[in-house]
């Protein structure tokens, strides 16, 4: 048996090695196989879980990256609101500049086509009551003014100097209800009293009922009252009440200027073309 042994123990050995490889080999598998089965119960349980806990720190995730984007949205939201503000704030100081532009312009194209001397002012306030229409400019007696003196824009006249400080004047509006002044009908060249109506019109009270008048006739000053110079637009026929009897007819004009949009004016303090200069003034004979 021992002589057995030791003649084929290379073999034996070999053999030996075979059979434990082939043993470790299938107890390995067996051995895998109860893991898999383990493995796979265990994941089959846990999965409801763990598919729960990925959704809830998914839906976390993507709440807090929404709420995040919400924050730099409403930032940008405020950014762009403050930057709209500031553009329209821009948009209207250009427009004022550009309008205040236009008027200047105006003004002084007046200044260069007619020949009176004038000067420049600004309206800083005004007045309006049951009694009076008034305004209130930035210049006085320091640069010109006095009191009578003619205030006018391109489109026509726009009062007269009522009162004068040394740096204010108050100006009587046309449409004041204590104005009154000579004009002409243009038309026609017939002579007429305008006066002053608080409703903002001008009334012609007493135009002869045989004289000839239309709506749209323009009227336009005289030059006879010694405070405006002739010819200068005054207003436009907008209604004429003729009754069945008497010996006049009432004639409304639209004043060729609009009172109520006024911010700068020229005051003439001496109108070359005419020789009947301001009356009851305190201005130096020229």
Known sequence: MFNFLKQYRFRISISLLLIAFFLVLVGQLEK??????????????????????DWVVNSSIELWTHYIWLIDTAKD??????????????????????????????????GNENPDLKIFAQVIGEKKDAFSRLLILNRG???????????????????KIQSVTPFQSVVQLITDSRSHFPTLLQRTRLKSMVQG?????????????????KLGDKVITSGLAGIFPKSLPL??????????????QKITLTPAVNLDQLEEVAVILYSKGNIHQPLFTTEPAR
Request: proline share 3%; no cysteine.
């Open 32 to 53: 895998g196989r109860m893991q898999n089965w383990f493995v796979t119960t265990i994941s089959t349980l846990v999965y409801p879980f763990q598919a729960g806990g």
């Open 77 to 110: 939201n405020e950014a762009l609101k403050k930057e709209l503000i500031r553009l329209q704030g821009e948009q209207a100081a250009m427009q004022e500049i550009q309008q205040a532009y236009r008027r200047m312009m105006s003004l002084l194209q007046f």
């Open 141 to 159: 007696t320091q640069a010109g003014i006095h009191k009578n003196f003619a205030v006018v824009t391109p489109q026509g006249v726009v009062g």
């Open 197 to 213: 109506d608080l409703d903002g019109s001008l009334i012609i009270a007493n135009f002869p009922r045989r004289m000839s008048i």
């Open 235 to 248: 207003g436009i026929v907008s209604e004429i009440e003729k009754k069945d009897f008497g010996l006049f």
